[in-house]
């Protein structure tokens, strides 16, 4: 199985209920693999790409499941679940960008400076193209403060929907792409590991 998801292809694991899909993906996160105390950074070799676990039974389906109870209203509401899932994507890789950054050792191997997390999150909040609070401490990684003012959005435009309300955050289909793509030209590790979406439960 994990061979067959190293490709650069996307692939679809399917199989029934605890046979280990859920397993696999999680093993291969990178945020598994990765600690303030001790990290391999040859971890990124063993699994092929910059894993990235999305679990979305409950970052999609808890929040989002009530949309489906009304005919038509996934269409109506297609790209406010559009914005929706590329808060949540960006949430995670930032986060798990964030986590390697507090590990030397994985920082050195994906080449990732203080400066690139600055313009990485500049980049997220020109692209979300609305006013922002950001709040952030001394110290604190500018990748995990963006990822806090996702969450803070994601958790507004939820709202929004409930109360079919037009909602200032919106996100360009093509978000996911740009994003990562800008990432790779600032942090040189991501463009010999692929960042790699692993949506558990997606369907």
Not at 69 to 91: A, C, H, Q, W
Not at 118 to 141: A, H, N, W
Request: net charge positive; with cysteine.
């Amino acid at each position: 199985w994990i061979s067959l998801l190293q490709t650069p292809e996307p692939s679809v694991l399917v199989g029934p209920r605890g046979c280990g899909k859920s397993m696999v993906f999680r093993h291969l996160s990178i945020r598994t693999h990765v600690s303030k105390l001790k990290s391999d950074p040859d971890i990124l070799n063993k699994l092929g790409f910059f894993g990235v676990y999305i679990g979305c039974a409950s970052d999609l389906q808890n929040d989002l499941l009530w949309i489906a109870r009304k005919d038509g209203r996934p269409r109506e509401m297609s790209e406010e679940i559009t914005s929706y899932f590329n808060l949540v994507l960006t949430r995670e890789l930032l986060r798990s960008l964030a986590m390697c950054a507090v590990t030397p050792s994985m920082t050195q191997a994906l080449g990732l400076t203080e400066s690139s997390r600055v313009k990485l999150s500049g980049f997220i909040y020109e692209q979300i193209g609305t006013c922002v609070d950001v709040i952030r401490v001394p110290g604190m990684d500018p990748l995990q403060a963006c990822a806090d003012v996702l969450d803070r959005l994601r958790l507004q435009l939820s709202r929004d929907m409930l109360e079919e309300r037009k909602s200032a955050i919106k996100l360009a289909p093509t978000f996911i792409r740009e994003l990562c793509r800008h990432a790779r030209s600032l942090i040189p590790g991501l463009k010999e590991w692929r960042v790699a979406f692993l949506l558990d439960d997606y369907t």
